[in-house]
């Protein structure tokens, strides 16, 4: 089974930026979207965003367009998550996962451990 390690989260004023990476080990991420899912404190989890194996398409909720980036290195096997113009509501654990169209989140059985985002007012 693929084991997700998310990591690069930390805490940041409003208005700044962080990168996330996520590496799998196990089994390659192959020919499969990708997405990032974040959990913010007494919320549910809620997907943030999702690039195609390809790398040339992504989607995003509407509460991040225009200020996160995902992107994937398939040599690599990991995934980005560049977060600009970071707002408080953003804080929460972020998590990447496979990404299927037609799963919703409570359909995922299995994620990594996460990487904390903290942003400050």
């Known amino acids: 089974q693929v084991q997700l390690v998310e990591s690069g989260g930390g805490l940041v004023q409003a208005g700044g930026s962080l990168l996330l990476s996520c590496g799998g080990s196990?089994?390659?991420?192959?020919?499969?979207?990708m997405g990032w899912f974040r959990q913010a404190p007494g919320k549910q989890r809620e997907f943030v965003a999702a690039?195609?194996?390809?790398?040339?398409?992504?989607t995003y909720a509407q509460s991040v367009e225009g200020r996160f980036t995902i992107s994937r290195d398939s040599a690599k096997n990991v995934i980005y998550l560049r977060m600009n113009n970071l707002k408080p509501e953003d804080t929460a654990v972020y998590y990447c996962?496979?990404?299927?169209?037609?799963?919703?989140?409570?359909?995922?059985?299995?994620w990594g451990q996460g990487t904390q985002v903290t942003v400050l007012r």
């Open positions: 996962n496979y990404y299927y169209t037609s799963y919703s989140i409570d359909d995922y059985d299995h």
């Open positions: 196990g089994r390659s991420f192959g020919t499969t979207s």
């Open positions: 690039v195609t194996w390809r790398g040339d398409s992504a």
